[in-house]
């Protein structure tokens, strides 16, 4: 069946230091979208991707969505304490009409 | 705009007891989810409605599991008999429609003991 895999499933970064999570679909998707939840909270949306090989920016982050609509990245620049959370991809499974999550990156920024 | 209202935020229960989770979407979105947070998890489809019908119940355990979208706006999903492994926030999010942003509730977290 449908799998959205994501890595690494924890990442300790001291403030400042980049920050990359990488999510891979076994099948390819009509689009990607990422997600933050901050620790006791609920998934925010961050940005949709939809075109292959699409790069979007939105100040330290960028998102990327690979040539083949199967993988995605998103990447923090210069980490600060409020990057704290998890960060979920979902992507968006035309044949089955839903947003698969992947299981999450948490990531912590030590100050 | 307001945004998902659900309740109850907090609830414990033993094991064989019922609970039933209520969420109200934003107003004129027409696609509604229950999603299943386990701890250290993603969330998990439960169940969707596209207005009052119902798009995809695959992962629902339909044995003790059910939802309803009587009117096309507001849900209700309840667990009859709960068990321990029902342990999770409940997350209800709602969509203008097909695969736009998800606007997620605070979540209702279930403790069965």
């Known amino acids: 069946g449908q799998q959205v895999m994501q890595i690494p499933q924890y990442q300790h970064v001291q403030e400042g230091e980049d920050f990359t999570t990488y999510c891979n679909s076994s099948?390819?998707?009509?689009?990607i979208q990422w997600y933050k939840q901050r620790p006791g909270g609920h998934p925010v949306f961050l940005i949709q991707?939809?075109?292959?090989?699409e790069v979007k920016k939105q100040k330290r982050l960028t998102f990327q969505f690979g040539e083949a609509k199967k993988n995605s990245s998103l990447h923090i620049t210069a980490t600060q304490t409020t990057d704290v959370g998890t960060y979920f991809c979902?992507?968006?499974?035309?044949?089955?009409?839903?947003?698969?999550f992947g299981s999450g990156t948490k990531l912590n920024v030590k100050p | 705009e307001a945004g998902v209202a659900q309740s109850p935020r907090y609830k414990i229960i033993e094991k064989r007891q019922s609970v039933a989770f209520w969420c109200n979407p934003i107003?004129?979105?027409?696609?509604l989810y229950w999603y299943q947070q386990i701890l250290g998890q993603g969330p998990k489809l439960l169940i969707q409605?596209?207005?009052?019908?119902?798009?995809?119940d695959s992962q629902l355990p339909k044995d003790r599991f059910s939802a309803e979208r009587l009117k096309g706006v507001d849900s209700t999903l309840k667990i009859q008999p709960a068990k321990l492994e029902d342990s999770a926030v409940y997350l209800c999010?709602?969509?203008?429609?097909?695969?736009?942003?998800?606007?997620f509730g605070e979540g209702s977290r279930l403790t069965v003991l």
């Open positions: 979902a992507g968006w499974e035309r044949n089955f009409n839903k947003f698969y």
């Open positions: 409605f596209q207005n009052n019908g119902v798009v995809d």
């Open positions: 999010a709602s969509s203008r429609g097909g695969t736009g942003e998800l606007f």
């Open positions: 099948t390819t998707l009509s689009n």
């Open positions: 991707l939809v075109k292959s090989g």
């Open positions: 107003s004129g979105h027409a696609t």
